[in-house]
């Protein structure tokens, strides 16, 4: 279970450390790095390196919410998929957010920026692009082509982003996503890949107001919630959850 599970079937909650200059990444950096972790969750038992190099740190993935952490050359992710509370993804970010800088070397100098990441995903086997144009382009210009005579809608992903300061430093963008390709569309055969709608903050740094990480987290987190509980939600979820119910 998660705080959206009644509008959607999985949700995510990411924290991303973006750099400018590669991280450390040497065995016993890594290492120190995550089992300073472990001892605040020390159901994150799984370690392996991928294909990419990126190096995670995650539980065993058959239970319905999971975390993970992850170490890429430019960038520190921390992800918790269903969190029972959101404060429990908060607690779980926060400590990746102060042991960075520590474990990392990480310092403000290196630091593009700081995203907080959602994602509301349903899972729909049809086009995703059709049902989200049906969901969301009604009472738009666009809504007299999805009358069309045969016509299909192959490409339906709307988004947008904005700026929240006056320097532009703090942004919003929020989008809804399709995994429908075109073959898929041509044979009518679809997979059980998600639907989502993504909402990112993200703080560039150098000349924000915040003194630490976690800091800046806490205002995006408050700038996210606001967004979702009075727009996201009852304008992009919800009509979304109700299209996808009715086929």
């Known amino acids: 279970m998660n705080p959206y599970s009644a509008i959607c079937d999985d949700f995510g909650v990411y924290a991303h ?40 740190l995650e539980e065993e993935r058959e239970a319905e919410n999971f975390r993970w952490i992850a170490l890429e050359s430019k960038r520190v992710s921390t992800c918790y998929m269903n969190p029972p509370l959101l404060e429990d993804a908060d607690n779980q970010h926060a400590r990746v957010l102060e042991n960075a800088p520590y474990h990392l070397d990480l310092s403000s100098l290196n630091l593009e920026s700081l995203d907080l990441f959602y994602t509301f995903d349903f899972i729909y086997p049809g086009n995703h692009d059709q049902v ?49 390709s075109l073959a898929q569309i041509q044979s ?6 998600p639907l989502s709608v993504n909402v990112l ?6 000349k924000q107001p915040f003194k ?17 509980e009075s727009f996201v939600i009852p304008q992009v979820v919800t009509p979304l959850a109700q299209r996808i119910a009715a086929r």
């Open 17 to 56: 450390l973006n750099t400018k200059i590669d991280l450390p990444l040497h065995s016993e950096t890594i290492l120190h790095f995550f089992e300073a972790l472990q001892k605040g969750f020390p159901q994150l038992t799984e370690l392996q390196k991928k294909e990419t190099g990126e190096y995670v």
């Open 132 to 180: 989200i144009a049906e969901a969301l382009g009604q009472s738009s210009p666009f809504d007299g082509l999805l009358n069309l005579d045969g016509a299909r809608v192959v490409g339906y992903e709307p988004s947008i982003l904005l700026a929240l300061d006056d320097k532009c430093r703090l942004q919003a963008r929020i989008g809804v996503e399709s995994r429908s």
């Open 188 to 193: 009518g055969q679809f997979t059980e890949s």
């Open 201 to 206: 903050i993200r703080q560039f740094w150098g």
């Open 212 to 228: 630490s990480f976690v800091e800046s987290y806490h205002n995006q987190r408050r700038i996210s919630q606001e967004l979702i």
